[in-house]
């Protein structure tokens, strides 16, 4: 079960502001990318030249040095990367993921997922019946989960004002991105300022090491943004990632929060 105190990973924030529906392929690649930005998984870019364009392949993998005590969501992602070693592609990880969580990937959600925001307070099941009379329960957001779920959008809105600081205020930078968390990483229109938010985050004048984001440095340095450190990609990484895992059969599995039934 999930620490109550601790920050929400990426995928249970998605859920828990998609509740009571969800794109299960999305919060499975939301899962991935978050452990990437932890420095749990790495995302390695091949570039294969082709007749008309250069083929961006991504290989994904386990970092050499990862903690005991990951928590099941993150230990259940990170068994999916090893069962798809050595080479780590896309179609080994949606083949893996397939035998941990499903065809339809759900059990990521239904078994990883829900259960650790029902532990933390902010879901819980609600009866209902389909077609009026088949029994089933849903997944609903608590009250708590109602106020999480506002407190998060609120941050991610004022994160996405994040550009217009970049050359001129990184503590008012630093902030938006403390308040914002795991969920930096579901703005998308932050992707392509990656590389400058790392500047934007990065020591002067001697001033500690504060790490990056877009290249091969270290992390953060002095800033804690709840484990999150984009050292490891960019936003071309991103994109390879996405389109690789839609192309090995990865995309196309909703999701309605059901316990006894799910579509």
Do not use: W
């Not at 990484?237 to 895992?245: E, T, V």
């Amino acid at each position: 079960m999930a620490d109550p105190n601790a920050a929400l990973s990426a995928p249970e924030a998605l859920v828990l502001m998609s509740l009571p529906r969800y794109d299960a392929a999305k919060v499975l690649k939301t899962g991935f990318m978050g452990l990437i930005a932890q420095g749990l998984l790495r995302l390695e870019t091949e570039d294969k030249p082709g007749l008309l364009r250069t083929r961006h392949i991504p290989h994904l993998k386990v970092a050499a040095s990862i903690p005991e005590d990951l928590s099941p969501i993150a230990a259940s992602l990170v068994r999916v990367a090893r069962g798809a070693e050595p080479d780590g592609l896309m179609k080994n990880i949606v083949a893996q993921s397939r035998r941990e969580f499903g065809s339809r990937l759900l059990g990521f959600v239904q078994d990883r997922v829900i259960p650790s925001l029902v532990g933390r307070g902010l879901a819980e099941s609600r009866d209902k019946r389909l077609l009026g009379f088949i029994p089933t329960h849903v997944f609903v957001r608590t009250i708590a989960g109602e106020t999480e779920k506002i407190r998060l959008e609120n941050a991610m809105r004022e994160a996405k004002t994040i550009p217009r600081y970049l050359d001129s205020d990184p503590v008012k930078v630093a902030a938006l991105v403390l308040a914002a968390g795991s969920t930096i990483i579901l703005i998308e229109e932050l992707r392509p300022f990656y590389d400058q938010l790392s500047r934007s985050l990065s020591p002067r004048d001697g001033a500690a090491d504060g790490g990056n984001f877009g290249d091969s440095g270290t992390g953060f340095g002095n800033f804690d943004f709840g484990g999150v450190d984009f050292s490891s990609f960019d936003s071309g990484a991103f994109a390879s990632f996405d389109a690789g895992f839609a192309d090995a059969g990865g995309d196309g599995g909703g999701g309605d929060g059901g316990g006894s039934s799910g579509c």
